[in-house]
Structure formats: structure tokens, C-alpha cells
């Protein structure tokens, strides 16, 4: 089976909370990359209609919060995947940061930001 995946996700365990509309539920985040998201399936899980959502991931020990738009792209009893497709400066940055510490290595983190601004550009 072909890999799809296009960047490097890092495990990573914090706090999240996802806000659509009028509801929001508390969750856990698993694993990060630059282009998307996987999340714990919350208690209580029951989506309107929109595949947008606010995402607030708080780094444990830290002040620092990542906020961002994803959009939902599958989800299962346990699990959320999502894409983002909207973060704010200072959260990239923190992003980038994080996954710089996570990788250990330069170059593939430059490639990565590579690939990122080459699908941005293709939209």
C-alpha cells in the first residue's frame, strides 16, 4: 500500500479543546505535523453539519497555545484526524519550534516547511 502521508507527524500528548458553533468539547491530542491533527475522540461527540473547527492544543508545562482552523477528514471510535487549513503566526511558529526539538534534524524540517509553502502555492 502506498504511503500518503506527505509530512512527518510527531506523537505528541497535550490538552485540546475543539470548538464548532455553540459546542465545544475537551480532548486530547496524539500526534502533530504542519499540515494536520489527531485528536482523541471526545466524550459526548456529536458534530454539526460544518467540517470546520477551532482548535485550541495547549503544550503542557507551558503557556503556549496553538490555535488553528482543521477541518475534519476521518474520524473513528477513537480517533480524529484533521487538516489544518488556518494557524496564526505566533502558532506556527511555536508548531515549527516543536516539531524542530521533535525531528533532531535540520534539513528535515526545512524540507518539510518546503513542501508546505509548495501546497500552498498549488491553491
Sequence with gaps: MKERRQFIRIVYQAPAT?????????????????HGILLSRPDGWQPGGDP????????????????????????????LRMKIVNIDIDSISHLRRL???????????????????DLAEDE
Design 18 to 34: 475543539l470548538r464548532q458553533g455553540d459546542f465545544q468539547w475537551n480532548t486530547t491530542l496524539k500526534d502533530i505535523s504542519l
Design 52 to 79: 470546520a473547527f477551532q482548535v485550541d492544543v495547549v503544550l503542557p508545562q507551558t503557556d503556549v497555545h496553538l490555535t488553528m482552523l482543521a477541518e475534519l477528514v476521518d474520524q473513528n471510535n477513537h480517533s
Design 99 to 117: 516539531i524542530e526539538l521533535n525531528l533532531g534534524d535540520d534539513a528535515l524540517l526545512h524540507r518539510e516547511l518546503e513542501h508546505l509553502a
